[in-house]
């Protein structure tokens, strides 16, 4: 399971009480664009998407890209996808709906809700798949496992913009 810092649980709660400092990631799945607004600078990305890409991600291998509201949880400058940033995904609407399935058992989901109430990230190895991403190599197709990604140009831009903490809103 990932443990982050505890700063993590820290700009969770800024972000979650409205800081006016956190800025917005704004996905549009149909449209294949992420909006980036903060500090002044807004951006407008291409982006690829899971290789199945309509519909709510549910399970494991699905390919589906997840929907709903997230943080930005931390910055890997060594990704193998050149860089990336992590999403909090599953969220606790992600793990009703998958329990709601029969996708994970109630501890499972039990165990998601006590993670994001105690600030931690919740397991990324459950049934509902994990370890989603915003990152680079490449926007030209839906070619992920349910990442978001952009090419290396755009998402190195992206990577100085956002900051752990910062608002990811993914929209059909």
């Given at each position: 399971?990932?443990?982050?810092?505890?700063?993590?649980?820290?700009?969770f709660?800024?972000?979650?009480?409205?800081?006016?400092?956190a800025?917005?990631?704004?996905?549009?799945?149909?449209?294949?664009?992420?909006?980036?607004?903060?500090?002044?600078?807004?951006?407008?990305y291409?982006?690829?998407?899971g290789?199945?890409p309509?519909?709510?991600?549910?399970?494991?291998?699905?390919?589906?890209?997840?929907?709903?509201?997230?943080?930005?949880?931390?910055?890997?400058?060594?990704?193998?996808?050149?860089?990336?940033?992590?999403?909090?995904?599953?969220n606790?609407?992600?793990?009703?709906?998958?329990?709601?399935?029969?996708?994970?058992?109630?501890?499972?989901?039990?165990?998601?809700?006590?993670?994001?109430?105690?600030?931690?990230?919740?397991?990324?190895?459950t049934?509902?798949?994990?370890?989603?991403?915003?990152?680079?190599?490449?926007?030209?197709?839906?070619?992920?496992?349910?990442?978001?990604?952009?090419?290396?140009?755009?998402?190195?831009?992206?990577?100085?913009?956002?900051?752990?903490?910062?608002?990811?809103?993914?929209?059909?």
């Open positions: 399971m990932l443990n982050y810092p505890s700063v993590i649980l820290a700009l709660l800024c972000v979650a009480s409205g800081a006016a400092w800025a917005q990631i704004t996905v549009y799945k149909a449209k294949r664009v992420l909006e980036y607004k903060g500090d002044g600078v807004a951006r407008t291409k982006i690829g998407l290789g199945s309509v519909g709510r991600k549910l399970r494991q291998g699905d390919r589906k890209t997840p929907e709903g509201s997230y943080v930005i949880t931390h910055k890997n400058p060594q990704s193998q996808y050149y860089l990336s940033l992590g999403i909090s995904y599953p606790l609407d992600d793990a009703a709906l998958a329990r709601k399935a029969g996708v994970i058992s109630g501890a499972q989901q039990a165990a998601i809700e006590t993670a994001i109430q105690q600030g931690r990230a919740p397991s990324q190895q049934p509902m798949g994990g370890d989603i991403f915003i990152h680079g190599k490449g926007a030209g197709s839906d070619w992920t496992w349910g990442c978001i990604a952009l090419d290396d140009k755009q998402m190195r831009e992206l990577y100085e913009l956002v900051r752990p903490g910062d608002k990811v809103s993914i929209l059909p």
